[in-house]
């Protein structure tokens, strides 16, 4: 009964999109207020169904009704709660579900926080919202509906959720990454009902860029949890091997960064229209191209949900239709898209403009090597593969120049600067080098060139940032504190994302040129050492989990040769299906990590023993965790928190002013 609840939840929540896209568009034709209006509501109603149809599936995990073939083939009677929750969206059906279900809480929330916005463009805002969910949740029911049954003939139990996915991080990951990925559909419906209603000024850009930092946000803690897991549940140490599911989500991210930046000059200045439009649109696209990926079943990874190539094909019809669309609309608009002003070759207009060619470049970099083999294939030019050194050689010079225009960037005048006024900056150049050399050899006692020009290039940032800061304090009548009190909170969530992708980069760096990684066999009070550490074998034990069979090494660690911790890695056994699996242990720190992973069991009693000594490899989620941070600041600026406006007369002056 619970399943049918939730597929007839479903089939409603279909409905009430179609009701969405289509009422107040007519309502606009015709001028019927009440239409216009009913947006908001059949976006309330569509998600409080899908919320339904979604707790209908979780409470059909939690109950083990096998009679689900979604059900039966996720999830498993000795799975512990927690993961029967996550099973949900483990799967492909669930995980569409789930992408539907955020989709329609973004359409709610739209509705909900935009009650100061003209009517008419919020009514085509979320009308483009009800399209993309008529079409997403059509997919849902005509391919990929989780209340499918097994009747008369359903399993006694259930095969089980893979182990890979049985784990904490899979129980955030997927819905932050979610909330991220479908986000960026505001800021595309934005675009699009601007160049429909002809409106993309300053006050449009400023609606829009709170909806995409939010999405950026979520979308960046995603990434970022999404890497954490594969770090310490897949046994090897890596943090990001450029997998093509992987890339799916950080193309988004970089187009998204790319719009962010391209927001705030056309809300500042009135310029960059017509390629902010265009990035709402690529970031959009990206996230459906991302969902093809992982459904299609073109590509093979340990993300990917689907292998079925029908799937892939009604996605890949839908992400033809809107990008055809889109750009359509596009080029017969592109007269509403004239520059509001002028601005010189040196500005922060061109400034900015070089960041967003420099990450779009870079997301150009990832997409061509994501996509190749697959072309290739398709062409029949034999199987061939794009590793980390093509990603390595291309995005990480990028990502270095982009380092030394941030660091200059955010001193830079609107409109126009003057050259003499770059002088003092030779200083903070110099002092950069030092401490790009000093630091590696005060730590390590190594300084490899790499490892300088990038420590250098990060230095010069937190440097110009620290002296832009002082800067604008200082013309303060107030003094110094108060001046730094008077900064606007966009302007500390700028400073904080950018301090975030320095602590991401100094992290990278480090982990990756200092890293120690050892492969020994190991006995009872065998001992090996990384760096000034100790590892000591002290035999293992056997127990059982709730669906596992585990054998778990106790390895003492030692500093110069004075205790410090143990850790306790496992092999375990998954009995229903089958599946062995290593479980990581980590000593973790600030500064460092202590890795290790135990292989296959050998002769004499001894062990295969992998450890790793990983300097600064925390710093890569922190920095993330700070540029999502710096995000939510900057949502937060007081010029957001706008006054509601009249909805009687949408078009005056009045509401676009606001």
Known sequence: MIAEFGHFALILGLVLALLQATLPLYGLYTGIISLQRSARSSAFLQAFCLSVSFLCLTIAFLQNDFTLDYVARQSNSLLPYYYK????????????????LVLSWWSAAVAFFSQHLPRDMIARVLAIMGWV???????????????????????????????LLQDIGLIIHPPMLYMGYVGF????????????????????????????????????????????????????????FWDPVENASFMPWLAGTALLHSLAVSEKRGVFKAWTVML???????????????????????????????????????????????????????????????????????????NNLLLITATTVVLLGTLFPLIADAFNLGKISVGAPYFNALFVPITLVLL???????????????????????????????LGIVL??????????????SLSLCAWVVLSMMRDMYLKAKTAKQGMGAGLLRLSRSYYGMQLA??????????????????????????????????????????????????????????????????????????????????????????????RD????????????????????KPFVRWLWLGALVMAFGGMVAMSDRRYRLKKVSVNQPNNAQELSQ
């Open 498 to 591: 950018h301090l975030g992708l320095v602590i991401t980069v100094v992290g990278v760096t480090l982990t990756s040129y200092y890293s120690v990684e050892k492969d020994v066999r190991l006995g009872m009070n065998d001992r090996v050492q990384i760096a000034n550490y100790q590892f000591e074998w002290q035999g293992v034990r056997e127990y059982k989990g709730a669906n596992f069979e585990a054998i778990q090494a106790k390895i003492e660690v030692f500093k110069d040769n004075q205790p410090l911790e143990f850790l306790y890695p496992e092999k375990r056994l998954y009995v229903v299906q089958n599946r062995s699996m290593t479980e990581a242990a980590i000593d973790s720190g600030l500064f």
């Open 280 to 354: 709402a649109i690529i970031a959009f696209a990206l996230s459906l191209l991302g969902t093809f990926l992982v459904r299609s079943g073109v590509l093979t990874s340990v993300h990917a949900f689907a292998s079925d190539p029908k799937r892939g094909m009604f996605v890949l019809g839908i992400l033809t239709i809107v990008i055809g669309a889109s750009l359509l609309l596009f080029a017969l608009r592109a007269d509403k898209l004239n520059s509001e002003s002028r601005y010189a070759w040196l500005s922060r207009e061109s400034f900015l403009l070089v």
């Open 133 to 163: 969910s008529v079409a997403l949740i059509a997919f849902v029911i005509l391919t990929s509906n989780p209340f499918n049954y097994l009747l008369p003939d359903f399993p006694i139990d259930g095969a089980d959720l893979n182990p």
């Open 404 to 434: 030394a225009f941030l660091g200059v960037g955010s001193l830079v005048n609107w409109k126009r600067h003057q050259v003499a006024s770059f002088m003092p900056l030779w200083k903070v150049a110099g002092l950069s080098v030092i």
């Open 594 to 613: 202590l890795y290790v992973a135990i292989g296959e069991p050998l002769e004499n009693n001894q062990w295969a023993v992998r450890v790793y000594y």
């Open 85 to 100: 929750i996550s099973a949900v969206w483990g799967g492909h059906e669930g995980s569409l579900l789930l992408w539907v």
């Open 185 to 240: 559909t505001v800021p595309f419906a934005f675009a699009i009902a601007g160049l429909i209603q002809g409106r993309l000024d300053s006050a449009w850009a400023r609606w829009s860029r709170p909806w995409a930092l939010a999405a950026w946000c979520f979308l960046s803690v995603g990434i970022a949890l999404g890497s954490w897991w594969a770090y310490y549940e897949l046994g090897w140490g890596g943090w990001w």
């Open 440 to 453: 590696p050899l005060f730590i390590f006692g190594d300084a490899p060139i790499r490892v300088v020009l």
